[in-house]
């Protein structure tokens, strides 16, 4: 049944007591895992056809790729890249025929692990950068398995831009907004907010259950104005 999803459970009752040495670990050590050819490939196919000058926008694990597209068409300026590692995901049904889809945009099957470093150690960096509603790993003992804690993290904000994630878990964004100021020196606010107009089928599938939806998000860059949608 549709709209009867339910808010992650965890024997965690707040912020997990080891984040912050995680965190630090990660940031302290090089991480050494090799990229993998295929996301080599992914990488340069997502730049193919990017001009060289147009703003980036990243969404990384976007599913079926609807945030992709919703972007692509609000910033037609921009080069918009919705990454996932699902080939399923990414080849269902899009709300549009070819005909109509945006052109300045691409989707490419990869592993965000590797992705993220790829652009980091390239140089790219983001106008904005969204990470939606990420797969929580509730469970205490897989910490590790949560972007913030993962040893790819301290890659993330140095791609810059506009940097905003969102769940459903609010334990999962303060976690995040705590780890992206630690890494980065800034206060990063998180709140709950109302989405009229869903930007992903998770988004809109909690929503229409009536849960909480809660994000972080943080200006990497700051001359650039936070206030544009979405
Ligand atoms: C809960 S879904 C959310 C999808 C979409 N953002 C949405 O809100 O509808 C999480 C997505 O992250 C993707 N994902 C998880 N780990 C990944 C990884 N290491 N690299 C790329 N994608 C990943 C999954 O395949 C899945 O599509």
């Not at 980036?56 to 692509?72: E, M, N, Y």
């Amino acid at each position: 049944m549709y709209a009867n999803s339910k808010i992650p459970e965890s024997a965690q009752p707040g912020v997990h007591e080891q984040l912050k040495a995680q965190v630090a670990k990660h940031a302290s050590c090089t991480f050494r895992k090799p990229c993998l050819d295929y996301n080599k490939a992914a990488f340069e196919a997502s730049l193919a056809g990017w001009d060289g000058h147009a703003p980036l926008i990243l969404d990384a694990g976007c599913g079926v790729g609807h945030s992709t597209i919703q972007l692509a068409r609000a910033f037609p300026d921009h080069w918009v890249i919705g990454v996932d590692q699902s080939e399923d995901r990414l080849s269902r049904k899009k709300p549009y025929p070819d005909a109509l889809m945006p052109r300045n945009m691409v989707f490419v099957r990869a592993d965000l692990v590797d992705y993220w470093r790829l652009m980091a150690e390239a140089g790219i960096r983001l106008a904005r950068h969204y990470i939606l509603y990420p797969n929580p790993w509730p469970k205490i003992g897989h910490l590790g398995r949560r972007w913030h804690a993962h040893p790819v993290f301290p890659y993330v904000p140095q791609l810059g831009g506009r940097l905003e994630c969102r769940s459903n878990w609010n334990i999962y964004v303060e976690e995040f907004a705590l780890a992206l100021g630690w890494l980065t020196g800034r206060t990063v606010e998180t709140g709950s907010f109302e989405a009229p107009s869903p930007l992903t089928p998770f988004e809109r599938k909690y929503r229409d259950s009536g849960q909480t939806l809660y994000r972080c998000v943080v200006e990497l860059d700051p001359q650039t104005n936070l206030e544009e949608t979405p």
